[in-house]
């Protein structure tokens, strides 16, 4: 049975069409969701999905017979853009927010104090990242001193 044909079941009130129109619904979402995103993101997007089209089965009227299948993938279709874009929001905030070595309410100072700190403990990949004094040619793995 197709979701439009559950849907006219379930108006019945019929408590396994209901069910069953549930179940198809949640199959049909998760269908969606994984072809578009990564597959953690996928079931929470489900339900969000579920949410909003449980709120809107009461008062829906089917205007052509695919109208509740159309509903449900276009509804799935903006809860999608909505939490990609709240997504790409929050890439622009994590981006634009000064990490704590250069947080403005410390002094010069301590600003640079915190760089420093952070060139020394973090991964160096290069020796552009290193500081000045401890550049080589030989890598990472140079000794220093008598050898």
């Known amino acids: 049975m197709t979701l439009d044909d559950l849907f006219v079941a379930a108006q019945t009130g019929n408590r396994e069409a209901r069910e069953a129109l549930a179940d198809a619904l949640l199959v049909t979402l998760r269908t969606f969701f994984r072809r578009r995103c990564k597959l953690t993101d996928a079931e929470d997007l489900v339900q969000k999905t579920a949410v909003v089209i449980y ?12 109208a509740f299948e159309a509903m449900v993938i276009s509804t799935a279709h903006r809860v999608l853009i909505t939490v990609r874009r709240s997504w790409a929001r929050e890439q622009v905030r994590r981006v634009d927010s000064p990490p704590l070595v250069l947080a403005h309410e410390t002094s010069m100072s301590e600003r640079l104090a915190r760089r420093e700190q ?3 403990t973090s991964p160096r990949s290069s ?3 290193r500081p000045i004094g401890e550049r080589s040619s030989a890598g990472p793995w140079a000794t220093t001193g008598a050898g």
């Open 118 to 120: 952070a060139a020394w």
């Open 127 to 129: 020796n552009s990242t």
């Open 55 to 66: 709120r809107q089965i009461d008062d829906f009227v089917p205007e052509h017979p695919h």
